[in-house]
């Protein structure tokens, strides 16, 4: 709650009489603040508030039931008369169950022996009380020198997990979290009044006898440590913490976040608000940044697709745009090239984006339901970067698709195209950067954007075997002295490796699969390939469908470094990661071939793909 002196801020804390309410209107006082003690024990009230300052210049006592909305406006008023301000309010106030809902006693009723109204004082102080106390808050605080204000509620561990002794408390706490999430982004955005929670587990207080027996100290919440959480929204400067809750356990805090979308897409749009409603219900638009607008269009569903001129991209775009009920949008920086006026020649939407604009993204990805995401690390080798360099543009690339992708509420799943690291799978042994960085990706998607890593699914790519025509360093080329064909790599030649196949189908074949399969690849991997052959075996079927006697030969990474600069030596670790192990190996990460539906018989592997090739050779 700050070192400085806040002389003239304003605080009420409700159910302050004793326990978590008095320790906080204590630390408040002591930072400057004038503090309102409340609640319904006016002899306890008096002496908290005497204790603080007799003269009752900076700490009154009001007397108060927070379960009437009457006996709530008279607090705020009379604060509101005394020092004309309010900056803080934590609502704190809340008994747990006052009788059992259960009614054990009476299981030998008779039938027309109605069981008793229930008190239900308990939800009436937690729930309805802070209901109160928001509607309150929000409108004095409207009428600051400077508008806003911080409201901070006590919440509880046990409204996140059920404790079956306090099953009312239980609900009202769960409620208590809820309002405040729901809540606290309206409430800064319009008035700029934050509103967050503190759940702590057990505390030593007077609402129950004989916490000391029932918890171990280790069990229990410091009473520092519980102070904290209230001072990390207090201290809040900027007011943006809103809508949060945190945990306060035994000696830290622990930052909840937002539930996670346990259905994916399906849960993503239940909590969506739809602007409609919103004003139907409160007279204006919300104005949330993912609210809904208007109705989702009804037509085709579209995919949006990086990199649609090139290798991958473009074989998502020549599947997808022939899925009924799907459309493609093809997102280029250069609209005006080639490739992509060969696009918008067959109908296909092309639509300009940078990898290194994230606003150019977003506008690019509006109102699409899925993305396809590809970065291409060689293209920054290629134009003189190092490998590292390199890795680091391609890593930024890709997170900022990742968070536009995030921003647009109506994406229901984003596909990442992908590779295992060689440095996490070898132990530090084989950095492989073109490999790591993509990983990396994948990392950071899980921790800084949960919600995105929710609707998620991580396509592996092996290797091309187009490579074998297109690539200088892959493709065989001819001996002048006996007219056999040499490929030279540095690797052993019966290492196996994952083939892609044909990349102008294998991606589109999976791509739509994933999006088939919908939610049950949210959160999995998939290798896009059904072969996994060795160096030996392609060569020799290069050489049974071209007709020209290939040779496999073995060099080393430094030679092949000094022939073909960083690509050679970048390809070289990859090899080398190859025969340390089976760098796409499945494990329960993975969502097979048979489980995306994917039809072998569709599928192009390494014969087809040459067969398509021959005349190239």
């Not at 009752?56 to 301000?85: C, E, H, M």
């Not at 900056?87 to 009476?106: E, R, T």
């Not at 009924?324 to 250069?334: D, F, K, L, Q, S």
Request: glycine share 10%; hydrophobic share 40%; proline share 6%.
């Amino acid at each position: 709650m700050g070192s400085t002196q806040e002389a003239q801020k304003v605080a009420i804390v409700t159910g302050s009489t004793s326990g978590i309410g008095s320790w906080v209107a204590e630390r408040l006082h002591k930072r400057g603040y004038r503090v309102a003690i409340t609640g319904r024990r006016e002899k306890e009230g008096q002496a908290v508030a005497s204790a603080l300052d007799a003269s009752g210049n900076t700490a009154i006592y009001v007397p108060t039931d927070v379960a009437s909305y009457a006996s709530q406006s008279n607090l705020f008023k009379t604060v509101w008369q005394k020092w004309g301000r309010l900056d803080v309010v934590v609502s704190n106030a809340g008994p747990i169950d006052q009788d059992s809902k259960h009614n054990f006693a009476l299981r030998n009723a008779a039938i027309d022996d109605i069981p008793p109204e229930p008190n239900t004082i308990c939800t009436d102080i937690h729930y309805k009380g802070l209901i109160y106390a928001t509607i309150l808050s929000r409108h004095f605080m409207r009428h600051n020198p400077v508008p806003g204000g911080k409201i901070v509620v006590t919440g509880s561990l046990i409204g996140i997990y059920p404790c079956a002794t306090f099953p009312e408390y239980c609900g009202a706490k769960a409620g208590v979290h809820q309002w405040v999430r729901t809540m606290g982004p309206i409430s800064r955005l319009k008035d700029n009044i934050t509103i967050n929670c503190v759940m702590p587990g057990g505390v030593d207080t007077p609402a129950m006898p004989g916490f000391s027996v029932a918890f171990r100290p280790e069990q229990m919440t410091q009473r520092e440590n519980l102070l904290s959480a209230y001072d990390l929204f207090i201290n809040d400067e900027e007011n943006i913490r809103t809508g949060e809750c945190v945990e306060a356990a035994h000696d830290r805090i622990v930052e909840w976040g937002h539930p996670p979308y346990k259905s994916g897409a399906f849960a993503k749009r239940t909590e969506k608000v739809y602007e409609p409603w919103f004003e139907m219900v409160h007279g204006e638009r919300s104005g949330l940044p993912n609210a809904l607008p208007s109705p989702p269009h009804t037509g085709d569903r579209i995919i949006a697709v990086t990199g649609a001129t090139g290798s991958q991209g473009g074989g998502v775009v020549n599947i997808m745009k022939k899925v009924p009920g799907w459309r493609v949008r093809a997102i280029t920086r250069n609209p005006a090239s080639e490739a992509a006026q060969k696009l918008a020649a067959e109908g296909i939407e092309v639509v300009q984006a940078s990898f290194d604009d994230e606003d150019s993204l977003v506008k690019a990805f509006d109102s699409v339901n899925a993305v396809f995401a590809v970065t291409n690390w060689w293209e920054h080798l290629f134009t003189g970067k190092t490998q590292e360099e390199s890795g680091l543009i391609e890593e930024e690339q890709a997170m900022k698709i990742a968070r536009a992708a995030a921003a647009t509420f109506t994406v229901e799943h984003f596909i990442w195209s992908t590779t295992p690291s060689g440095t996490l799978k070898t132990g530090g042994k084989i950095p492989v950067p073109h490999m790591d960085y993509k990983a990396k990706v994948d990392v950071r998607i899980k921790t800084e954007l949960p919600d995105l890593a929710a609707i998620t699914t991580y396509l592996y790519f092996g290797y091309y075997p187009q490579n074998m025509a297109f690539f200088p360093l892959i493709k065989p080329i001819q001996h002048p002295g006996n007219g056999q064909w040499i490929q030279a790599m540095p690797t052993n030649p019966n290492a196996k490796i994952l083939l892609s196949g044909d990349m102008t189908v294998n991606p589109g074949i999976w791509v739509r699969q994933v999006l088939a399969t919908g939610y049950k690849a949210y959160g999995k991997y998939a290798n896009v390939a059904l072969e996994k052959w060795t160096f030996q075996q392609m060569i020799d079927e290069w050489s049974a469908i071209t007709g020209k006697k290939g040779v496999f030969m073995e060099t080393t990474v430094d030679a092949w470094a000094q022939l073909w600069g960083p690509a050679g030596a970048e390809l070289g670790a990859q090899f080398k990661f190859g025969e340390f192990c089976d760098p796409w190996e499945e494990t329960d990460e993975f969502i097979s071939p048979a489980e995306l539906g994917i039809d072998e018989k569709e599928v192009v592997g390494f014969k087809g793909t040459i067969e398509g090739l021959k005349q190239l050779f």
